[in-house]
């Protein structure tokens, strides 16, 4: 901490050096004493539901988002990264633990009338890096558990400002047309663990989180912080600020796209504005893929099969940009395969943290992050899991589905403003799909590779076999 105290005044007292001749021993002696490098800063932004071809980073769409893209230039893009599930609860629980979200009883989304959150034992990113001396917060939407046990101050976070819940979770018709929705409590807004107001104002929301964020920043930038941003938005219904409203001349769906990208430039603005963007790795990703049904105020999965709430390729492979000056490459780009769960990992291998015998599921991708010649690829399978079921597997080039039944967009009802829509239900048999010539999951080619078939079949059957062992019994 020492370490960093003394660099960020080094950066902000360069002025100074208009009198070198006084400035330059004492900078030799301070500097000399800090040749290791601190451990760095960590930012998440995480979006809610934003699909991997809404950007012009994966897909043609002819929206700006120059923030983002500055990332992207600056830093690396993975272009075959995956949600730790395909729906908000399961995907963050992977994310800030490292671990299959089932393995910590998070299997799927948690309702306003749940009971559970994530366990108090679990070990997560704030925990450990409080333990390290990291000042913590969490701005945004936690969807972990809106009871007080289960709150972000209890799962290491010094500070929370945010919704507990999906924006959607509301009795409020103006919001959510579902009818099943009047049997939700209003929809809280909570600092700390105490609930501050109901029904906020979600016009506000993005640019408030980037606020109270902006002064996390600049209150901690002389000491090693961790900021988890994760956005209401896109996730419907759809709201932006005023200063957005018909920016992009496409619909509200982009305008509330072009406000998460305004909230990207002003954290990254703050970042240099305090001189420590060179100590602090930023990472932009979402929770899963688009939640088709919503029709015009969803994003856009395609090339990719199906969206939000299956296994296929447009419910979990989302996008991801990372952002280190000095440490990442700049314009670098990877096809290697990483998810959500590989976080938690590379973070506690970045800060040197202590996490005992923690079995991670995720893998520390630092030398992927850095683009470093000969680095190991993370995975040699990830599992698409959905409930306990695992119902995919990729390996290399290579995913194979096993048969199970799923919800699908084709021939679905969209929603409207009195209706919220309705998936038609569709089930896939064993099916072989190379993802190299095949992103969109289209044409089965097990008859052509049984050995292949066979090779992944049996590591789900003993995927299976562990998952089945995380499945609470019956009561």
Known sequence: MLQRRIRTLLVRRLSLMNHFWLTAPIVALLWAGCSAPPPPNIVILLADD???????LYADTGLVTP???????????????????????????????????????????LMPQSTRGLPPETLTMAEMLRQQGYATACFGKWHLGHLEPHLPQHHGFDEYFGIPYSNDMTPDSTKNPNPYARRHPPLPLVEGVTTVATEPDQRLLTSRYTQRAIRFIEQHADQPFFLYLPYAAPHMPLFVSEAFEGASSRGRYSD???????????ILDALERTGISQSTLVIF???????????????????????????????????????????IPAQSVS??????????????????????????????????LRRQPGAALPYTAFF????????AVRAGSWKLHVPHRFRSIHGAYLATWTHPGAYTRDSISLALFNLDIDIGESVNVIDDHPATARRLVAMVDSAQATFDAYRPEPR
């Open 285 to 327: 990703t979402s929770d899963n893929g688009p939640w088709l049904v919503k029709g015009e105020g969803s994003g856009v999965a395609k090339p990719l099969r199906e969206g939000k709430g299956t296994t296929f390729e447009g419910g979990q492979r989302v996008p991801f940009v990372a952002w280190w000056p000095g440490t």
């Open 256 to 266: 509330v796209l072009l406000e998460i990208d305004w909230s990207v430039g002003q």
């Open 67 to 109: 923030n983002l893209e500055r990332m992207a230039r600056e830093g690396i893009l993975l272009t075959d990264f995956y949600a730790p599930a395909a729906s908000c609860s399961p995907s963050r629980a992977g994310i800030l633990t490292g671990v299959y979200p089932q393995r910590v009883g998070i299997p799927g989304v």
């Open 50 to 56: 934003l699909a991997y071809s809404d950007l012009a």
């Open 335 to 368: 096809h290697a395969l990483a998810t959500g769960l590989d976080l938690m990992p590379t973070v506690a291998a970045l800060t040197g943290a202590d996490v005992g015998v923690t079995p991670f599921d995720g893998h520390d991708i630092r030398a992927l």
């Open 384 to 391: 698409f899991v959905q409930g306990y079921q695992v119902q």
